[in-house]
């Protein structure tokens, strides 16, 4: 079973810029998929992005176009990142990684996405 780690949330204030990880346990993003998601208190889980394989070009929630960009350890395949640029408060949430089939990118269902991470949080401070 592969298990996927987050980490570099922590809290931010708007405008600031903040990286975040995600590894797994195995080389689950050469056979896979990864993307991101995230959920704020009282809101339903929420597409971020999600990278395709090689020159396919990544996918972004309109929220975050721009500001946010996802990239892939295509070295090792096992780290995927989230830089994260011009924060706002509504960013503030609990950021997940999660992996998707070829076959399913394009998707922005976290019904597609599974090998969840115990999530990293950002949260506003402003």
């Known amino acids: 079973q592969v298990h996927l780690v987050e980490s570099g949330g922590g809290f931010v204030q708007a405008g600031d810029s903040v990286r975040l990880s995600c590894v797994a346990s195995g080389r689950i993003f050469s056979d896979s998929l990864p993307g991101w998601f995230r959920q704020a208190p009282g809101k339903e889980r929420e597409f971020v992005a999600v990278?395709?394989?090689?020159?396919?070009?990544?996918?972004y929630a309109d929220s975050v176009k721009g500001r946010f960009t996802i990239t892939r350890d295509d070295a090792n395949h096992t780290v995927v990142y989230l830089q994260m640029n011009n924060l706002k408060p509504e960013d503030t949430a609990l950021y997940y990684c999660?992996?998707?089939?070829?076959?399913?990118?394009?998707?922005?269902?976290?019904?597609?996405?599974?090998?969840w991470g115990q999530g990293t949080q950002v949260t506003d401070s402003s």
């Open positions: 990278i395709g394989w090689r020159d396919a070009s990544p996918l």
């Open positions: 999660a992996t998707t089939s070829y076959s399913k990118f394009g998707s922005t269902s976290y019904r597609d996405f599974g090998s």
